[in-house]
């Protein structure tokens, strides 16, 4: 059975920080490029970031380029999203999904984890 189990969400005031994570069971984790995905309330589905099944590529939605890191451990099937100097407009469910900036939309998702910037 494939799962995917976010955590880390929270409450964060502008310009802080916040780790997501990921953790994968059910398939073989380092096939596999990994995405975050967002979705703020009212809007769509947005892609974040991605990383490729090594970890050495990566890419980033303009929105986040420069504030977010993205990274996988494939020793514990986990990826992670360093978000750095959050803002409102972060605040959204984040869910971690198979596949890249492409492909995501057919992949597996997890069940998210909220993430809410405000003072």
């Known amino acids: 059975e494939v799962q995917l189990v976010e955590s880390g969400g929270g409450l964060v005031q502008p310009g802080g920080s916040l780790r997501l994570s990921c953790a994968v069971s059910g398939f073989i984790f380092s096939s596999y490029s990994m995405s975050w995905v967002r979705q703020a309330p009212g809007k769509g589905l947005e892609w974040v970031s991605g990383?490729?099944?090594?970890?050495?590529?990566?890419d980033y939605a303009d929105s986040v380029r420069g504030r977010f890191t993205i990274s996988r451990d494939n020793a514990k099937n986990t990826v992670y999203l360093q978000m750095n100097s959050l803002k409102s407009d972060d605040t959204a469910h984040y869910y971690c999904?198979?596949?890249?900036?492409?492909?995501?939309?057919?992949?597996?998702r997890g069940q998210g984890t909220q993430v809410t910037v405000s003072s």
């Open positions: 990383i490729n099944g090594g970890g050495n590529g990566r």
């Open positions: 999904a198979t596949g890249y900036s492409g492909t995501w939309q057919n992949g597996y």
